[in-house]
């Protein structure tokens, strides 16, 4: 990839697709700014690249002349794949593919976003290869054995032990629920996996004080065990920083700039 592609204000997208382990195709947009430099934004569960915090980061990031990559996990949005609920290791697999794509291209991955679901994929991600300085955890969930009966329904160990799986509608759509799927969900220990974190990669955690989905709560129990962390609480915004994107945006852009150095 051409470095001197141009380093304006307003980056081009570029579509790029990248293949993962699995064989399927990622599809994601480069906000190219010619920076050697490229942050990678990881969206949430049923979410997409076109999610609005990851385009609202991806230019405000670019704003600041550094490239931005937001990108569908396998089986959302234009990705290839099968949706499956749960699939933390798969996601984070994924952004292995991503990661390995750009070192390949002989760019450098200096943090790694993710929002809610991809806050998780982000810091399993940081436990697992140790290969990311800096990661930015917006809304994720501490304890992952919670928030699943809001979604599915109090009984669903019951249901889904029953006949092996079952259907979801949400939306327009509809989405399978298998017992594999959720097994791999209660067995994802965030405090196991936060205790592996290396000591020098830098964790910062953004939360809204009134998210409707995963409590506060959760951010202040990943501050209390990741050893190279900051906290910061969106006072009033709730999980999707509705009315808080500004405040949201500055704070991550306010961390993205005391860690990385401008390379045009």
């Known amino acids: 990839m051409d470095s001197s592609q141009g380093t304006s204000a307003c980056a081009e997208q570029e579509r790029i697709e990248i ?13 190219e700014t010619g920076s050697r430099d490229v942050v990678v934004l ?5 979410s997409s690249k076109n999610d609005t915090i990851m385009k609202s980061v991806a230019a405000a990031i670019e704003k600041e002349g550094i490239s931005a990559f937001r990108f569908d996990f ?24 991503v990661i390995q794509h750009f070192s390949d291209m002989n760019r ?12 998780d994929v982000v810091l399993l991600y940081a436990s697992k290869y140790h290969d990311i300085s800096n990661v930015i955890n917006l809304s994720g969930r501490y304890d992952l054995k919670k928030g699943i009966g809001e979604r599915l329904g109090g009984d669903f160990l019951e249901r889904v032990k029953e006949q092996g799986f079952f259907d979801v509608k949400d939306g327009r759509s509809v989405y399978r629920v298998t017992e594999e799927s959720i097994m791999e969900r209660l067995n994802t220990d965030m405090h196991e996996a936060c205790l592996k974190i290396d000591k020098d990669c830098r964790v910062l955690t953004v939360h809204g004080s ?30 999707c920083y509705t009315k808080h994107q500004s405040q ?7 961390f993205i700039k005391s860690v990385t150095v401008k390379n045009n």
């Open 19 to 31: 293949q993962n382990r699995h064989k399927e195709k990622l599809v994601g947009l480069l906000h």
């Open 42 to 46: 990881c969206h949430g569960f049923r």
């Open 74 to 97: 396998s089986g959302n949005g234009e990705s290839e794949g099968s949706f499956y609920f749960g699939n933390y290791s798969h996601e984070a697999d994924d952004l292995r593919s």
């Open 108 to 119: 450098v991955v200096p943090i790694i976003l993710g929002h809610s679901k991809g806050g």
């Open 210 to 239: 009134e998210d409707e989905i995963i409590p506060v709560e959760d951010a202040r129990e990943f501050a209390k065990i990741i050893p190279n962390h900051k906290l910061e609480i969106v006072e009033g915004a709730d999980h």
């Open 248 to 254: 949201l945006v500055s704070t991550v852009i306010e």
